[in-house]
């Protein structure tokens, strides 16, 4: 009986155990859920007040012949390159909280490399000018259409895009794609930049990692662009790697299936 009493009460605090354990998993789940909660309604928030700054600014800036001087419109000049900064970081959160909420859509359409590529191209060309950089795509030969998310892709791709051209001062950054076991696509943006050291390579897809070294000065950013890369990358079916060498650059690459299934099509919305 004393054997049996002794069962009882470890099988109790077995069963008290499991409980707090459920308890504190539904707990974390909780607050889990608060933080994207918050997130997605803080970026939404930021959106509007952004938007008006960024148009004002924009206003202004059409406006070159008007009454500002000439500091006044390097002024404005910063005003809309830090809203539009802002703006991406706001983007960003935005995307995160969507993707941990599960609330990521996945649009599937057949679509030609070409037309990315010169989207892309014409979407960076202002930043570009800016620059000693050139910004080089090569033409995608041999490649079919693709059937996947165009709008997630090109968002990997920017990303990539912008990152090179931050830390590529003068140099090339070259854009590429090829094919892959005869159903999967690569794409490549190589730099020729400052590289990242090799210690810190394989944290940089995780969330809000950026390299501290002198080299990088803090470039302003959220950390987050290429964790959303490898999390959209993953939604595609695919995966996104990197090869860098400190002082000659570095090498980002997505691979995609060239076509998604059809019934992702309606994915978990
Ligand atoms: P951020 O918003 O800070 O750009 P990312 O996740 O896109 O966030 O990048 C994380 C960090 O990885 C950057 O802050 C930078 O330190 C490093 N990095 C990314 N791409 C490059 C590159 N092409 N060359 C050198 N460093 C890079």
Known sequence: AALRAELDETNQGVLALYAELDNQAAQLREASELKSRFLSYMSHEFRTPLGSILSIARLLTDEMDGPLTDEQKKQVGFVSGAARELSDMVDDLLDLAKIEAGRITISPAWFELMDLFSALRGMFRPIVDGTEATLVFESPVGLPKLYTDDKKVSQILRNFISNALKFTPRGEVRVSASLVEGDQVCFTVRDTGIGIPEELQHVLFEDFTQVDSPLQKRVRGTGLGLSLCKQFAGLLGG??????????????FVTLPLALPAEANDDQA
């Open 239 to 252: 995966s996104v790697g990197l090869h860098s060498v400190v002082g000659e650059g570095s090498s980002f």
